[in-house]
């Protein structure tokens, strides 16, 4: 399975595998500017706050990539993080 911390360092390696920061991929995507921001990825009470699949599924579909291809950068994530 996957880890929070490894979602978002594939959303992170996506926008700059694609020359843009998460603002701009996320802008790029159709979503708010601030949807992926650093500051939002914990919410109140340190709780998690995960991408939602709506917001997934925009940035590969603009970005060209497949589900598969990013569920392999999340297990490249989780290998550096070892």
């Known amino acids: 399975m996957f880890t929070h911390a490894e979602v978002w360092a594939a959303i992170d390696a996506l926008a700059a595998a694609n020359g843009y920061s998460t ?3 996320a802008k790029k995507a159709g979503l708010d500017a601030t949807t992926f921001n650093r500051s939002k ?3 109140p009470g340190g709780k998690p706050r995960w991408p939602s699949t709506e917001s997934v599924a925009r940035v590969l579909r603009v970005t060209g990539i497949t589900l598969a291809d990013f569920a392999h950068m999340m297990e490249q994530a989780a290998d550096k993080a070892e």
Do not use: A, D, F, H
């Open 41 to 43: 990825r914990i919410g």
């Open 23 to 25: 603002s701009g991929l």
